[in-house]
């Protein structure tokens, strides 16, 4: 249980052919397997996200909450690309010894998925009984049900989609062009871009929330203010805070692969890559989602043969998959119900 670093001793080969060496792998591990080994949970996280679920998703994962450690082996592994333990562009190039930062290779979805795969089969699981994610997160999981699809039993994708759409990628170039304007970005330096990244995050919210959400929490009751918003200040609070836990580098990085995220490169098509998913599916859309519209979802749902799909209203627009915790743990505990059958909690000794 806790935090965890994986050592892959080979070299690690991206889909564009370059290589790491010495990748690392930070995750969490919440709970025990029981004796069928058929209580594996594993949680594919967002953009900014770490390992430690518990932290980040709270009201779904935790003591009390659906999926409780008491009965679920939770798995949580920070993606490839990110600076929570995970080799990143901070990380030490073996190479000359010094951080990669903008020498970084270029990643993908994929290579985050091959990463974890790694570390699965490192774990000893062979079965993924339940695998969740949402937003990039989600991205990653149904690239992982298409590439092993007898390994994963059930799929839980929220606020995602199939390929990344030209809306979402001008959003994520929009927040590249706020960093690159900032000239410490390419100082090679841990703190380099701080500036660019904050107004990046300032950029990405408006996309996260909506019009009534911002209506309704930053308006002001002060009909002769002239300055100094309750919403400007918003977005520098939001801005600061990322700042203070997150790097430039890794940003610029995983908004890129997320740009890449197509299922259907390489598989002839999109829906035909779609349908090699075995796994039964549940597809939760956010009904205020600007970033992942649930158009994107129920694409996702009408492809996979064995998917429903759900709608979920929410005040709080695409991060309502992080926000609307009780009403998706009612659509899961529906969904597992229907598609799966009890097992008897017997827990085993896990390695790390």
Known sequence: MGLHIYQHNAAFTLKNGEKLEKLKIAYHTFGKLNANRNNVVWVCHALTANSNVMDWWPGLFGNHDFFNPEDYFIVCANILGSHYGTTSPLSENPKTGLSYYLSFPQ?????????????????????????????????????????????????ILMATNAQHS????????????????????????????????KAARSIALLSYRTYVTYGTTQMEVDDDKLDHYKASSYQNYQGDKLVNRYNAYSYWYLSKAMDSHHVGRNRKSTAIALSKINAKTLVIGITTDLLF????????????????FVPIDSFYGHDGFLIETKLISKEIADFLKKNRPAYIHQPLQTQH
Request: without cysteine; hydrophobic residues 40%; proline residues 5%.
């Open 293 to 308: 519209p649930l158009e994107e979802q129920q694409y996702l749902a009408q492809h996979i043969p064995l998917a429903k």
């Open 166 to 197: 030209p809306w979402g990628i001008a959003f994520n170039e929009s927040q590249r062009l706020a960093i690159s304007s900032d000239r410490t970005f390419y100082a090679n330096h841990p703190d380099g871009g701080k500036k660019g990244l």
């Open 107 to 155: 990643i993908t979805i994929r290579d985050m998925v091959s990463a974890h795969q790694l570390l699965a089969s490192h774990l000893g699981i062979k079965d993924i009984e339940v695998l969740i994610g949402g937003s990039l997160g989600g991205q990653q999981a149904v690239e992982w049900a298409i590439d092993e699809p007898q390994r994963i039993k059930h799929l």
